[in-house]
């Protein structure tokens, strides 16, 4: 009897640890659409998810270049990690600075998929492997085109860039212009404050250098549709 007390949560977290990885390789089928832990959880509390798919061909380039170079600028590079951007995060935080994330647009999709919210060291032992298998497994264009579809742009229940679009501007993700997009993609930390069509000056800054730096992207995007 003692045995089965062990056996089963034994089994259980056994199962709970593998499932990340399992569901990253059905994640390789262009048909299976994921959904995030933040769409399960508003579903199971009945909170509206508005999420429409649409594959990364139908997506304006100028966005997801936005999104590259506000997110993650050598996504394109890396095997998961910025391991370079990583080791300067930590230097800054062994000197005491404030310290400043260091998420790639891959470890976002990972946290988006598999964990959850917020800033925790747990969490984020949890997301670094996760991010290298999902490197490892999927086509960088297959990261982008789902993390398009499950990060959250909007603050009533929006995920994804079809109903983040529409939200905001009215508009299908190929239908966005260079400042649109730029101002979606500056919009990503924080949908719940940052409000795209109706930026701040502050957010307006930060579009212009993201709107500039995507129109000179092509030494960055080059893993992604053109």
Request: glycine content about 8%; overall charge neutral; proline content about 7%.
């Given at each position: 009897m003692r ?11 056994v199962?709970?640890?593998a499932?990340p990885?399992v ?9 299976v ?6 769409m ?16 990364i061909?139908?997506v ?19 095997h ?12 800054d935080a ?28 747990v ?11 999902i490197?490892l497994?999927l086509?960088?264009q297959?990261?982008?085109e789902?993390?398009?579809?499950i ?7 929006q995920?994804g ?6 939200y ?10 260079a ?6 993609a ?27 730096r995507?129109a000179?992207?092509?030494?960055y995007?080059w893993c992604?549709?053109?």
């Amino acid at each position: 009897m003692r045995r089965r007390w062990v056996f089963y949560p034994l089994l259980t977290l056994v199962i709970i640890c593998a499932l990340p990885f399992v569901l990253t390789l059905i994640y390789r089928i262009d048909a299976v659409r994921p959904v995030s832990t933040l769409m399960i959880a508003r579903a199971v509390t009945g909170d509206p998810v508005d999420r429409r798919w649409v594959e990364i061909d139908d997506v304006a380039p100028r966005l997801y270049q936005s999104v590259l170079m506000s997110e993650d600028g050598q996504f394109c590079s890396h095997h998961g990690i910025d391991l370079r951007e990583l080791r300067a995060v930590i230097d800054d935080a062994l000197e005491g600075e404030r310290p400043r994330g260091a998420s790639t647009i891959t470890m976002q999709t990972a946290k988006n998929l598999f964990l959850w919210s917020g800033r925790s060291f747990v969490r984020k032992g949890l997301e670094m492997p996760l991010a290298v298998w999902i490197d490892l497994v999927l086509p960088k264009q297959r990261i982008m085109e789902i993390y398009l579809n499950i990060a959250e742009w909007g603050p009533s229940g929006q995920f994804g860039i079809a109903a983040g679009a529409d939200y905001h501007f009215g508009r299908q993700p190929d239908g966005l212009s260079a400042r649109q997009s730029a101002l979606l993609a500056v919009t990503l930390p924080n949908p719940h404050v940052r409000d795209p069509a109706r930026p701040t000056a502050d957010l307006n800054r930060v579009a212009d250098v993201i709107q500039g730096r995507a129109a000179q992207s092509g030494g960055y995007d080059w893993c992604l549709p053109d």
